[in-house]
């Protein structure tokens, strides 16, 4: 995606420089062969199987983003009546629509079901009682799937584990049948499926593996009482390699929790988020200032935690490389922002060239949860589809 033509760094056929000139600083810039590509790799590792892979719309919500995965086939995982908004005016198809959070207000249920979407990831008693209220006032009949909390630990930041016990996610392992049971006798419902979600940025196939099998073992429990399932939604959570990561591919991935599946001929859904669009999206920033203080050295752009907030809130490491190559000598830097706030970086001790005022330099893998979480009410990113 990313390379140097004549000390200049480009994007595709496109360079950053130019970018620069033309939308100013600082922008998010996407890749659209990078977009494709992701996505391709990891529906064709499902080829074996009936499936849907649907993007996980929370990573990001890039109108220009979800026209170009809808066009190559995918589905949308929704979390918000805004989110399937978006996805419908994109192009997604309603049946390939999976509404999962665990907030849904009766208003976007309500609108979730006019508008025929495959299925609700019901995450609690309470929102499957909202949802047949709802779907028996409109004379439908909704087809849900629990999401259930199988308390496996995919070892990543605490802030994103979303599948342990206690947490706010799913319905408690151990009440998975009692919940089903309540629902297959409810008018206005339809049981379909079953999901589970762990968490994001999980760079091991065992947790995945793991959860498959807890799932696997509810599945033949709800079978041999007579509740049989279409649909087996193993969620999304790939992580991508940002430093030093070594995360399974998707082909890994399924080779580990497909074939645990051995009595279950229905569709498998997946909801990748960060694995299609973290690592094909970039945030270009300029060098307003350049300091040094107490010992530090400090190079001070107009892009900041409002921007990408992940490094302060995660302290998550993202690469950062400067746009002109340059000669001279490496000296560990602090790349800050603009916000008086201490907090407000994106990579500290980096080794970069001393890149002089106006320089550019581009923040890599910032596609997933970076616009999605930055701040939109003092000025407007431009995005660029390549």
Not at 101 to 120: C, D, Q
Not at 307 to 312: A, F, K
């Amino acid at each position: 995606m990313l390379n140097y033509r004549k000390g200049n760094l480009f994007i595709e056929n496109v360079s950053f420089e130019s970018l620069a000139k033309k939308f100013g600083t600082p922008l998010y810039v996407y890749s659209r062969a990078g977009l494709i590509n992701n996505f391709t790799v990891f529906d064709d590792a499902l080829s074996s199987v009936p499936h849907i892979v649907c993007y996980a719309v929370k990573a990001n919500s890039n109108f220009s983003i979800l026209k170009v995965l809808s066009k190559n086939g995918a589905g949308a995982d929704i979390t918000s009546g805004g989110e399937l908004y978006r996805s419908l005016r994109a192009g997604f198809p309603s049946k390939k629509i999976v509404y999962a959070g665990i907030g849904k207000t009766r208003e976007e249920i309500s609108y979730a079901l006019r508008e025929n979407i495959l299925i609700f990831n019901v995450e609690s008693l309470e929102e499957l009682s909202s949802i047949n209220e709802v779907a028996t006032r409109l004379k439908k009949k909704a087809k849900i799937a629990f999401r259930i909390n199988p308390n496996v630990d995919p070892d990543t930041h605490h802030y994103i584990t979303t599948g342990k016990k206690g947490g706010k996610f799913g319905i408690p392992y151990s009440q998975a049948i009692s919940a089903y049971k309540m629902a297959k006798k409810m008018s206005s419902i339809s049981v379909e499926g079953i999901h589970c979600h762990i968490g994001s940025q999980i760079v091991e196939a065992a947790p995945f593996k793991l959860a498959a099998q807890r799932i696997n073992v509810l599945f033949e429990k709800l079978s041999n009482i007579g509740i049989h399932l279409n649909y087996i939604n193993l969620g999304g959570g790939l992580g991508i390699r940002y430093d030093r990561e070594n995360p399974p591919t998707p082909y890994d991935l399924t080779k580990a929790v497909i074939p645990i599946f051995k009595n279950f001929s229905g569709t498998f859904i997946f909801e990748p988020g960060r694995y299609i669009v973290g690592n094909a999206g970039f945030l270009l920033v300029k060098v307003i200032y350049r300091k040094q203080s107490g010992g530090k050295n400090f190079l001070i752009v107009d892009g900041g935690m409002n921007d990408l907030i992940r490094p302060t809130l995660y302290d998550a490491y993202h690469e950062i490389i400067p746009v002109k190559k340059s000669l001279q000598p490496k000296i560990k830097v602090d790349v800050v922002g603009p916000i008086c706030e201490t907090g407000d970086f994106l990579g500290k001790e980096r080794l970069l060239p001393w890149v002089p005022q106006d320089g550019l330099l581009v923040v890599n893998c910032a596609g997933a949860y970076g616009y999605a979480m930055s701040s939109q009410t003092e000025k407007i990113l431009l995005h660029l589809m390549i």
